[in-house]
């Protein structure tokens, strides 16, 4: 996953996911806060650029105080194909499984996919 810092990519990223709307609402906030100065510590990240198939924002890491706190932990995603959302969920370094955590999302498919993945791993998911 990459991390997108950069004001010119952060606007483009918005102006493309604002053309989603409504799903992708939970991640679109977080993009326009960062691409403002980010003053809630936040970053957002794409599986590749500029033509991703899921964005994932989430709080900075070194800001993650308590490892069971799942509020803290919490991850919004958007994701253009199902196979994206299960790569980033069978493992990568962007989503820490050994904490806590919550994934915010409004597209259908959703939990099924987050159920499947945690099934495959012998996770309970809530």
Known sequence: MQILRCPVQLHRLEETLRNSLPTTLPV????????????????????????FGIVLTRLRPEEHKDPRDHYT?????????????????????????????????????????VQEVAGAKGLQVE
């Open 28 to 51: 679109l906030g977080t993009v326009m806060t960062v691409a403002r100065g980010n003053p809630a510590a936040h970053e957002v990240l794409v599986d590749s650029w500029p033509n």
């Open 73 to 113: 932990n919490q991850l919004a995603m958007f994701y253009r194909s199902k196979g994206a959302l299960q790569a980033l969920l069978r493992g990568t370094e962007a989503v820490v499984q050994a904490r806590a955590f919550q994934m915010l999302g409004m597209q259908e498919g959703l939990d099924e996919a």
